[in-house]
């Protein structure tokens, strides 16, 4: 039997909440799958018309260029204040952060860390790839203990700068968090259970139940100076152990119950 183009199924392709526009990200990066994901995450549940969504300081400064709805920039660290005070004035509105591990974990914990108390409805998309990528490659507060950075040529020693922040596990038991999950984009079966977390904590939301995040473990092939090919498994040898993946907190299972 032969097949017309019209008889044929398209099964890819590129979301309606991206542009169409070249990637500025290094090779094997995960920044622009995590982009991918919230926005096929956004057209599944129709939210483009509503969505706002609040760039940082830092590889996700580029965030703004590739959604196809409304953005805003925020200064280092300050994501979640910003995405809290456009909630509060829309509330109607799909708001969230794209944000990585150095502004969201060092400069900006403060307001990661209330915004997640207050359980302000907003969505927080944090890619932690254990260092600060655009800058130079320096420590971050997620780089492992033994990491060599360009600010730890010997590799992190606790002692001095202290131990990686785990972020899931110190917001897991604030009341005003409505849904933590711990995801990867190093390998499809990862990145298929990461659309899932991140589908998932926009619906939490939507719903108005309370403050959300997904955290995404992510490869940087350019900061820790590794092939593609090599940082992907460097993930699940070196991140996973520390940073295990899973749900954290998820208050529709409570109520399921």
Partial sequence: MRLEVDDLKKVFGRPESLSDKPNMYCP?????LAHRLVAEAVDALGLKDRCIGV???????FADDYFDFDFVQAAHGRAPAVATGIKRSKPDSIVF???????LASIGAAE???SANRGEMITVIFVNNAIYGMTGGQMAPTTLVGMKTSTSKLGRDPKVAG????????LKDLEGVAYLERVAVNTPAHVIKAAKAVRKAFEVQ???LGF?????LS???????????????????NMVPYYPLGVFRDVTAKEQK
């Fill in 28 to 32: 094997g990066c995960g920044h622009g």
């Fill in 55 to 61: 760039a940082s300081v830092g590889c996700s400064v």
């Fill in 97 to 103: 952060t794209h944000q990585g591990d150095g502004d």
């Fill in 112 to 114: 990661m860390l209330h």
């Fill in 163 to 170: 131990y990686p922040v785990r972020v899931c596990e110190l």
């Fill in 206 to 208: 939507d719903e108005g």
């Fill in 212 to 216: 959300s995040l997904v955290e995404i």
């Fill in 219 to 237: 490869q940087c092939p350019t900061g820790w100076g590794r092939l593609p090919k090599d940082a992907v498994d460097w993930v699940d040898d």
